[in-house]
């Protein structure tokens, strides 16, 4: 075994590693420079002898340190071998050249090169890994053989004796390969689903920059488009302010009476208009476009043809009827006895036949034939049986609640009081989906905004309602802002 331990002779006593810069002392010994003069300001320190770590030879001053240059050599050499190749493990039997090694043997504790494997034992106690492995880590701490099986019970690795004697005697046992196999396996799964949840997230990510991005352009055109329009009124304005004729002037002129004359008034009227030359129409006009792109700004202008939106009759509760189009939901005293669904609610409300996981869609709803009523939205996996089924009393829904002529929004049994007499007679509904907004308006004049929750959605939304008293109708269908 002599040949095995040459490698280690060219290992520092100090740091347990191949030599960094060797120097040698006067009585022979090598070590690092580094290491040897660590520990030489540490007899400094503490006032003691200078000795050598190896013989403890003393000397009485410190001594002075020579390179072994042909240690340095050797060392070289060995590192740019062991560069070149991956494991950085050579076989422990190979004397005149350090040839990379292929196997590890966990019973003799050695690395092989492909010579020495092919000579090896091949018998099951001599278990062969990878060269890189730890070769200790592998062995029993307790029984000193090699670690063959994994306790289920405890989660640690153990060897045949730790099975029949040890501690572990008559727990859940697998093969070690078995049961690293299984590891892996579900390291692999978690694998996936995080990579899958990376992809998830950079795509709305990606969409947000570009929504982002998009959203600035039609800013700045919006922009434009209405600082033309002032320019446009202002120029108008102007051009009346230096051609109209200062009627005081006029009326101090000898022919006063004549030209206040009531019968004349229609062509004094006619002269004013007439030399203001004001555009009245394309003020009014200009006018009605700049509202236009105020309203679309504030409520989502923007939109594609409107998509129906219907409510599904199978979620409806017994008390509710459901018009033939699918769009009213009616509080009715008679028990309607639908059909048993798991679908189905208890309480007094339904939710659409469709859903919606990404975009930005709004829905309006008219509720002037109510007086108590919720309108919302929610997930699918909302419970349909129980106090926890009501809109806005869980976590899977949020609403508008109308009641006593007092507005409130609530979401997960939190409500929220908004302000008195405000008038509600219809409401829209507006989605963010990937931005995660949820906003409730009142369609009065002017439209007003009533409060927005912010979140992260975790699933696809329908539109809920709930009718007390009374009956809803859904206006307009659903329409989804243009991305």
Known sequence: MASADLRQE??????????????????????????????????????EAYTCPECREEYRNRPKLQRNITLCKIVGKLTSIRTDQETGFFCSYCIHSFAPAAKSCLLCEAHLCD??????????????????????????????????????????????????????????????????????????????????????????LWSLQERS?????????????????????????????????DTGDLCDTEDTEDLCDTEDTETHDTQVRGAGDLNVG??????????????????????QEPADILLDSTTAGNYIHISGDGKTASRSHIYQNHPVTPERFQCDQVISSRRFSSGRHYWEVDVSKSVRWEVGMCYPSIDRRGLQSDIGYNNKSWCLHRCNNRCSVIHDSKEIQLSDNIPCDRVRVYLDYEVGQLSFYSLCDPIRHLHTYNTT???????ALRVVKGCITISGGIRRRET
């Not at 030599?19 to 503490?46: A, Q, S």
């Not at 998009?214 to 202002?234: C, H, P, Q, Y």
């Not at 959605?457 to 539109?463: D, G, Q």
């Open 457 to 463: 959605f975790t699933e696809p939304l329908h539109a």
């Open 10 to 47: 060219l290992d520092c006593s100090i740091c347990q590693s191949i030599y960094t810069d060797p120097v040698t002392l006067r009585c022979g010994h090598n070590f690092c420079r580094g290491c040897i003069d660590r520990m030489f300001d540490t007899h400094e320190k503490w006032s």
């Open 282 to 303: 394309l003020i009014s006009e200009t006018l009605h476009t700049l509202s236009d792109i105020i309203t679309g700004i504030n409520t989502g202008i923007y939109v």
């Open 213 to 245: 991005s998009e959203d600035k352009i039609r800013a700045a055109g919006v922009t434009e488009t209405v600082t033309a329009l002032f320019r446009d009124i202002r120029r108008q304005l102007g051009d009346l302010e230096k051609r109209e004729p």
């Open 115 to 204: 010579n020495h494997l092919r000579v090896h034992s091949k018998s099951p106690e001599h278990v062969l890994c990878d060269p890189t492995t730890v070769l200790g880590n592998r062995k029993c701490s307790i029984h000193k053989k090699v670690l063959e099986y994994y306790c289920t019970n405890d989660a640690t690795c153990i060897c045949a004796s730790g099975c029949l004697i040890g501690e572990h005697r008559g727990h859940q046992m697998e093969l070690l390969d078995e049961a690293s196999e299984k590891k892996k396996e579900k390291l692999r799964d978690v694998l996936q689903k995080l990579s899958t949840k990376r992809a998830d997230t950079e795509k709305r």
